[in-house]
């Protein structure tokens, strides 16, 4: 495994042969490695020491990132500039001791901005989340996903190391609490997505508040199956985050209509939600993001160069809200010509909702008229 101990040198000369291939591009190149060698602009490259710091991290950036980790340990020129030239890192791949080898690969790998460790299986613990806060402060982009082990510690400890944060997944990490979530925003105030899916002691109304205080950026969030979530909540999201564009509330079934009458007057940009089982969400709300469209609905001219279906929904999923009616429904169709109910283009979802089965969009309309008006070619 690597990380766990050193490479030997069939696995040097493993990586150096991959490592080739892809930076050749062709058989000729390949070729020449087990035939005296390939020679770039004058030099001659025989073994993996020979090959140039410039062309090592080209090559670098072509290869997956388990061969990037076995280059990193190729001797110490190699490990100096892949650690200071990488950026992106992907460790999803490691089934087993990811917490070890992010443990030896946080000090090493400082510049790194993106971090995907999103696990099937159970690795990652407080330790290693504390590492990455300690080494990692340009990170923008982290993914902890699945990581029901880590505690409060782990968001402690980004929330001091990593104030550059702008992207973070920490979606079923259950064992998180609002008040660590809160004590985050204090210091990542520049997160532009967020994903809370399934952190149902997270993702409380005070931590909401929090957010819209602090984190007046975002831009997407996911807060599906997030029971403790309510119209306070929501309703200081809308009106401290004016530019969110992505909602998910799917599960959120404590709220009602003033949280969507909220969405719709403050968040403008607003291009997809997600109301699943929201039981308690009415015609009033539908109506709401209706009204709301027609009183910002762009100037004709913008209209007219095709610049209308920048703004508004684009993606709304009402699937078991039972107490809707067609017609506020419909009118909604209409008002946001984005949304689709035809089939393949799917971006109004409504399942479980039978008495909306005669709501349609334009395009479905059209198409059914265009089917009607074809004449019988047995006449």
Known sequence: MVGEAKLRSEDLNQCFERLMMVGG????????ISHGGVKLEGVVITEWKDIPMELLLRIVSLVDDRTIIMASGVCSGWRDAICLGLTHLCLSWCKNNMNNLLLSLAPKFTKLETLVLRQDKQQLEDNAVEAIASYCHDLQDLDLSKSSKLSDRSLYALAHGCPNLTKLNISGCTAFTDGALEYLTRFCRKL???????????????????IGQKCSELQSLNLGWCENVGDLGVMSLAYGCPDLRTLDLCGCVYITDDSVIALAYRCLHLRSLGLYYCRNITDRAIYSLVHSRVKNKPPLWQTMKGRSDEEGLRSL????????????VQALCDSFPALHTCSGRHSLVMSGCLSLTSVHCACAVQAHRTMSYIPNQAH
């Open 317 to 328: 999923n009402i699937s078991q809200c039972t107490a809707l009616t067609p017609p506020a």
């Open 192 to 210: 532009k997505s967020l994903n809370l899916c399934g952190c149902v002691n997270a993702a409380t109304d005070r931590a909401l508040q929090a």
């Open 25 to 32: 591009g062709n058989s000729a190149i390949a070729g020449g």
